[in-house]
């Protein structure tokens, strides 16, 4: 049997091309996930453990809020406690922050992506994996080395002015020199500001204060032996780890941000491949009906039930075995051409190796041949029920089953859907919604034959009043409901994913605008690109303008309230007023005094207090504090779930940095010259963004914009392999109705009417897997809507322009699949159609 | 059907040969036929000898080598795969041995079929007297695989008459059938070319069928070897034997 199956394979190898094809395809994308982001992971393993090489102990701060929360800073005290220590050779304080850097032409640099850091460097110290590639090392406030990829990009010359900003104003300063890691010149395209460490210290705005301490230990000293020797001398808030340790912490951090971008990337994969097994199923359903009469012969011969189910899960296996090594192959070369590319767009990452594991290739092989073969277990059963005297009968077209159990058994299923879909919206839970919505669809594309004819005639009927070969294209897509749903559900899979993620995306968009029109009144906000702190001398700065009536900093940090790790923000009560629309439900915000706290409703309701009450808050440093309530305010997102006075923060935080000041203009004054006052203002703050609320709103909708269009990229690949299923549906159908076409063009049909005729099918059958997807995807989208309304998504909108796109790419891409078929039914033989048998 | 009108189909010296050098089969050589407009002729002759690739070639669905073909006064002779469609959609009639319908379409549609592909609307009148003498009034909106093997066939008679042809090719029309639906199918060609002056063309193997018609051409070995009217079933037998005996 084994030879009768290889030489069927070879025989139909063009038909099984196809499949094999969609197979290749998702297992390469698998493939290529994994080989790249292990190969990621190897590289920043090799990268950390060459950045903190000649480190044996490194100091952290700790927080009292515990382990997930933000590392507080690491006094100056503590490097004067260890330097005293007996076995330290070397001691260097690290800091930095966001910078900006102004070339020579006056403009700042700017990049989408990757940021520009400020680093401390230390000259000839410890042992340090940056170091000078050219020039000289940094020394003072007013010198400056930059890496090596952005000096050749900008064509920066050392001894050249440039200006730099940390978190205060711009500051002119010298190129003293370039810098570089041994094994890359930046680290994943960020542009590198080197200085030294206390002008470091000075420009980030954390004077006497560093992000962390690296010890270099004296010969014949054991890193163990130095840790303990320096936590004991070490303050509160501060902790050693030996070099090894840090390593593994960073390199631990960043592996699971690693981790989540691998299941990511592995979760579209299975999309693909979950698309892929519909067009096996498809293929081995249909080559099962065309060689009905063979395997009847076959039967009548004597082969058992059992050889003809083995013979076709033996060809999956073949076809499954062959396309999952070349898609496993395939990933590989994805992977590098990925890297490739990532640095071509200025994400350069270390050189290294390409790492492929063996649980790439056997999770490749699992999902693969799994896939393949449980796809052709149906057909193969199918085959089995062949009875021997077929082989004797005309063979038709095979006579469709009725579609009464398919009706049941998929209403059921969608009941069930919609029930677990009902209790996890009612219940809130992410889970339950996404779980009830994917058994919601198995659902549909079960009960999906049975409304096929309906919704085919009608999507149909513009083709059919254009002609003959339109009314035949649709009576052609309607002839075997379950064959053009089983094709169509491939892009049902992906335009219910493209739509319910387009929906939401839509909603949050509409919802940040709400959000902003109802909770904003401020005209004008200020911030830096990527919300990181700037120096309070911003809020002076815009102070001496007077064109404004409200000047509104805004300081964030981290605290502990009734267990939960959550944020607080730190205000001028009294300058809140009109820049937040905020609703003070009880209490007075004005007199929040030292020792008092403004909470947001939906925080008053969860933790039952009122004005009056205590509230234990846990800080970061001071540890906890009890503070009273002074107002209960209506939920605002941009007040957020805590306020404190100013004078409360400072009492808690020693950090003045602000996170965004809001602005509102002095009646009297243009909006005009409003917005110049705080352009003249912030003239030496380069870093600093100034928006009104539409650019604000606009800012915002373009993140949620590019968050999709990765998406979008993401499914076009299952987009694409269900296009091929479409292909090979058409294809093996014109192979089926040979002789029926041969007699249409007998009877005088042209060439481009049996294209047109063939194309209509197509289209057809790719309009109706898209509407359906869209229409289910919209669905979901507002069950996510729904269950997502505490995390701000508060309005439901529906894409409806991108979703016409949609179904015009749908009916594009059905056109491009007919093409194939199309062109081969068109040249095959007239005679030799109408009178093969 | 007088002898001045032009021929319905005309073949002069016919060749037509298949594959090349030493596996080239001539299947014509020399064929030269008239089919006057009106008549029902029958081809006949042994197995291999022609039948089916002349008709293919009158029919314009198969290319010829050497000689001319005039269909009603058009010379097939350098039509390009366009003409030829456009020609056998208006002016010719195709009945098949089997799988002469589509699946999908009603019998009534499959019976307009070539009108509606020409974008013409089918004369009421004409369609129902076609309709009356298939004997179909009643199975219009079953589908094919509705209706038995002669219906079918009867279907598929209607259809070759709807668009009023110049000509009616028939390759075996009755080889899948019984005798008594053969029978059905055989007179209402007879009837066709009696009443409404329809030129037919019919390859069969049956004496019986041949017999149907007004004249028998006789094929051997790709050239024409008899010619016969008013033809009964025991002549042609007779002509047949001699023929097998010929070769
Ligand atoms: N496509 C083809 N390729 C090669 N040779 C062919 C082809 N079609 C027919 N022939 C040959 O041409 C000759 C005539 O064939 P044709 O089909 O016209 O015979 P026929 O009279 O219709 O026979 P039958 O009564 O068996 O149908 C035969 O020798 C046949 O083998
Ligand atoms: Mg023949």
Known sequence: ???????????????????????????????????????????????????????????????????????????????????????????????????????????????????????????????????????????????????????????????????????????????????????????????????????????????????????????????????????????????????????????????????????????????????????????????????????????????SRRQITRSVVLEALLVGVLSSVAGFLAGIGVAIGLRGLLNVIGIELPAGDTVIRTRTFVLCMLVGVGVTVLAALLPARRAARVAPVQAMRESGPAEERSLRRRTVVGGVIGLLGAALLATGLAGGSVSSVGIGAGIVFIGVVVLAPVFAGAVVRVLGAPFAALGVPGALGQANAMRSPRRTTSTAAALMIGLALVAAISTLGASAKKSVTAAVSTSLGADFIVHTEQFSPFSPSVTQALLT???????????????????????????????????????????????????????????????????????????????????????????????????????TYDANVRDKQLIVVALKTASGVSLDASRAAVETALQDYPNLKVQDQAEFVKSQASQIDFLLSIIYALLALSILIAILGIINTLALSVVERTRELGLLRAVGLQRRQLKRMIRVESVIIAVFGAFVGVVVGIGFGYALVSVLHDSGVTDFAVPYLRILVMLGIAALGGVLAAALPARRAAKMDVLAAVSST | MTTTSPPAV?????????????????????????????????????????????MHCLAGLDTFDGGGIDIGGTSLRGLGDKQLTALRRDRLGFIFQQYNLLPTLTAEENITLPLAIAGKKPDAAWMAQVIEAVGLSDRLQHRPAELSGGQQQRVACARALISRPDVVFADEPTGNLDSRSGAEVLRFLQHSSQEYGQTVVMVTHDPVAASYAERVVFLADGLLVDDMTEPTAEKVLDRMKKLDGLV
Not at chain 1, 589 to 607: E, R, Y
Not at chain 2, 36 to 42: D, F, K
Request: net charge positive.
């Open chain 2, 10 to 54: 005309r073949a002069t010296d016919l060749h037509k040969s298949y594959g090349k050098g030493d596996t080239v089969v001539a299947a014509l050589r020399g064929v030269s036929i008239e089919v006057p407009t009106g008549q029902m002729t029958a081809v006949m002759g042994p197995s291999g000898s022609g039948k089916s690739t002349l």
């Open chain 1, 545 to 647: 303008q007077k064109a404004f009536s409200d000047v509104a900093a805004f300081r964030a940090g981290e605290v502990k309230i009734g267990g939960q790790l959550t944020g607080v923000q730190g205000v001028n009560p009294a300058a809140l007023q009109d820049v937040l629309q905020l609703d003070v439900l009880s209490g007075d915000l004005a007199s929040l005094g030292t020792n008092s706290i403004a909470l947001s409703k939906k925080q008053a309701k969860a933790l039952k207090t009122k004005v009056g009450d205590s509230l234990k808050v846990t800080w970061p440093t001071t540890g906890e504090q009890p503070l009273t309530v002074g107002a209960v305010y209506d939920d605002n997102p941009f007040a957020g779930d805590y306020l404190v006075s100013d004078a």
């Open chain 1, 1 to 303: 049997m084994l030879r009768a199956t290889l030489k069927s394979l070879l025989a139909r190898k063009l038909r099984l091309m196809l499949a094999s094809l969609a197979v290749l395809l998702g297992i390469s994308f698998m493939s290529g996930a994994l080989v790249l982001t292990d190969s990621l992971g190897r590289v920043f393993d090799n990268l950390f453990t060459s950045i903190s090489s000649g480190t044996d102990v490194q100091v952290q701060g700790t927080s009292a809020l515990g382990a997930d929360a933000q590392a507080q800073p690491v006094p100056q005290a503590a490097l004067d406690a260890v330097k005293k220590v007996d076995g330290v050779a070397e001691v260097v304080g690290d800091t930095g922050g966001e910078g900006g850097l102004v070339l020579p032409n006056g403009k700042l640099l700017k990049k989408t992506g990757p940021p520009v850091l400020g680093v401390s460097f230390n000259a000839g110290g410890l042992q340090e994996s940056l170091r000078v590639k050219q020039g000289k090392a940094p020394v003072g406030l007013d010198q400056v080395a930059i890496d090596l990829t952005t000096a050749r990009k900008q064509h920066l010359k050392i001894g050249e002015q440039v200006g730099i900003t940390g978190t205060g104003p711009k500051r002119p300063a010298t190129i003293t020199g370039f810098v570089g890691f041994d094994t890359t010149n930046s680290i994943a395209g960020a542009t590198l500001l080197a200085f030294d460490p206390p002008s470091a210290q000075q420009l980030f705005g954390h004077p006497g204060e560093y992000q962390s301490l690296s010890i270099a230990a004296k010969p014949g000293v054991t890193p163990q032996d130095l840790k303990q020797r320096i936590n004991a001398v070490l303050p509160q808030g501060t902790k050693a780890l030996t070099g090894q340790e840090a390593i593994d912490k960073d390199s631990k951090d960043l592996k699971q941000g690693l981790q989540f971008f691998t299941v990511f990337l592995v979760a579209f994969a299975f999309i693909s491949v979950f698309v892929g097994a519909f067009l096996i199923f498809n293929t081995f359903a249909m080559l099962v009906a065309q060689r009905t009469r063979e395997l009847a012969l076959l039967r009548a011969l004597g082969a």
